[in-house]
């Protein structure tokens, strides 16, 4: 079992910046993939970033540029750095960690980019 916590969601302007986190209750050397999706309401979830083995990285490509995927090894924790956030930024944020074939996620946090 995996448990994420996220964290650092909220509401800002456009072209504002916001850092979310995800703690995982496990090491994250032991997850296979670890990273960020987001839901908008009446859409898909989809991609943001995440951590794939090796530590690569995968950006969706609307995101490339102006999000950034980090991590800190000792906390076991996965940040997502947002910024020149635009309205069509907003969503529902989860973290997600893929280890052994099972996908866990976290309960999710707001963005919400105003005009």
């Known amino acids: 079992q995996v448990q994420l916590v996220e964290s650092g969601g909220g509401s800002v302007q456009a072209g504002g910046s916001l850092r979310l986190s995800c703690a995982a209750s496990?090491?994250?050397?032991?997850?296979?993939?670890m990273g960020w999706y987001r839901q908008a309401p009446g859409k898909q979830r989809e991609l943001v970033a995440v951590f794939t083995s090796g530590s690569r990285t995968n950006y969706a490509d609307s995101m490339k540029g102006r999000f950034t995927i980090s991590r800190d090894n000792a906390k076991n924790t996965v940040y997502l750095q947002m910024n020149s956030l635009k309205p069509e930024d907003t969503a529902v944020y989860y973290c997600n960690a893929h280890k052994l074939d099972t996908d866990y996620w976290g309960q999710g946090t707001q963005v919400t980019v105003s005009s």
């Open positions: 496990v090491s994250i050397f032991s997850i296979n993939a």
